[in-house]
C-alpha cells in the first residue's frame, strides 16, 4: 500500500454546479485547471488552480463552477499517512483545509499526466506525488546533504536491481527503513522525480538499447523490459522520448 486510496481525475462542465451534498469519507481535492466556488461549514471561498482543499466526513458542502470548469485531483490517505500528517502540526480534525502554491499546482499536473500515459508505472507514480502534496501541506523540509543519503541509495539500488519489476512505495519504504511519506518527498527532492519515473526511465533506457542494437520485435523487447504489451509499451516510450519506438529505431 502506497497510503494514497482511490486518485483520480475529475473534471467539472463550464458554469455547472454540484447541489449540497456529503462524503462519508474524508477526501482532498487539488485544483489543477480552472474555477469555482465552494460553499461548506459556513464558509465561502473561490479555488483556483493550485489549491489544495480538505473535505472532512460528513461536511456539508455545494460547488459552482466558473466558465472553463475545473479539473481536479481527488484521493483519499489511510491511517498511517493521516497520524504521520497529524504529527507533523497537519490535523485532519474536521476542519477544512485550504492551502495555495505554484508547487502544488505543478504536482497536480504531474499526478495527471502520470494518469494519462496509462501505464503499469502510472498508479505508482501518480501516488507518489499525492503523498508529496500531503507532505508540502505539511511544510515538511526534507534536509539533504550533497551525498546520497545511505537509506536513499538503497531505494535507487533495489529500483537497477530488476527495473522490469515493479516494486510498489511500501516496498521500497521498507528497504529504507522509513515512512512512504518520506521515501516519496526525498526521493523527489534528490533526484527530481519520483521512484516511479525514475524506474520507468530505466526500462526506457534499456529498452532504446535493444531498439538500437537488436533487430527483434517490438513485442519482445516490451515483454523483456516488464511491459504488458506493445501498446504499453509505446505509450511509455512516448512519454518519454517523444516518440514512437518505431520512429526511434529508424532514426538509429
Given amino acids: 500500500m502506497s ?5 483520480h481525475v475529475s473534471e467539472y462542465l463550464p458554469d455547472g454546479s454540484i447541489a449540497e451534498h456529503r462524503h462519508d469519507q474524508a477526501w482532498f481535492c487539488l485544483v489543477v485547471d ?4 465552494e460553499s461548506i461549514l459556513g464558509m465561502r471561498n473561490v479555488h483556483e488552480p493550485g489549491d489544495l482543499l480538505f473535505c472532512p466526513a460528513h461536511a456539508s458542502h455545494a460547488q459552482r463552477f466558473g466558465g472553463d470548469g475545473a479539473r481536479k485531483v481527488i484521493f483519499r490517505c489511510d491511517a ?3 497520524q504521520w500528517l497529524g504529527e507533523h502540526r497537519t490535523r485532519l480534525d474536521g476542519r477544512p483545509l485550504v492551502r495555495r502554491s505554484h508547487a502544488l499546482r505543478g504536482m497536480g499536473r504531474h499526478i495527471v499526466s502520470a494518469l494519462a500515459v496509462d501505464d503499469a508505472h502510472s498508479g505508482v507514480i501518480a501516488d507518489a506525488v ?13 534536509h539533504l546533504s550533497l551525498m546520497e543519503p545511505g537509506w536513499l541509495r538503497r531505494v535507487r539500488e533495489r529500483l537497477h536491481d530488476d527495473p522490469a519489476r515493479m516494486v510498489s512505495l511500501a516496498e521500497l519504504a521498507a528497504v529504507a527503513g522509513r515512512h512512504p511519506v518520506h521515501v516519496a518527498r526525498g526521493f523527489r527532492l534528490f533526484h527530481h522525480c519520483t521512484p516511479g519515473d525514475y524506474q520507468r526511465r530505466l526500462r526506457m533506457d534499456r529498452a532504446a538499447r535493444l531498439l538500437s542494437n537488436t533487430t527483434r520485435p517490438l513485442l519482445d523487447i516490451a515483454l523483456e523490459c516488464g511491459f504488458g504489451g506493445a501498446a504499453q ?9 517523444g516518440t514512437t519506438p518505431s520512429a526511434w529505431r529508424s532514426s538509429r
Fill in 233 to 241: 509499451f509505446s505509450r511509455s516510450f512516448r512519454a518519454v522520448h
Fill in 130 to 142: 499525492a503523498l508529496d502534496v500531503l507532505a508540502e501541506t505539511g511544510r515538511e523540509v526534507a
Fill in 80 to 82: 498511517s499517512v493521516a
Fill in 3 to 7: 497510503g494514497i486510496v482511490d486518485l
Fill in 34 to 37: 480552472g474555477s469555482y466556488e
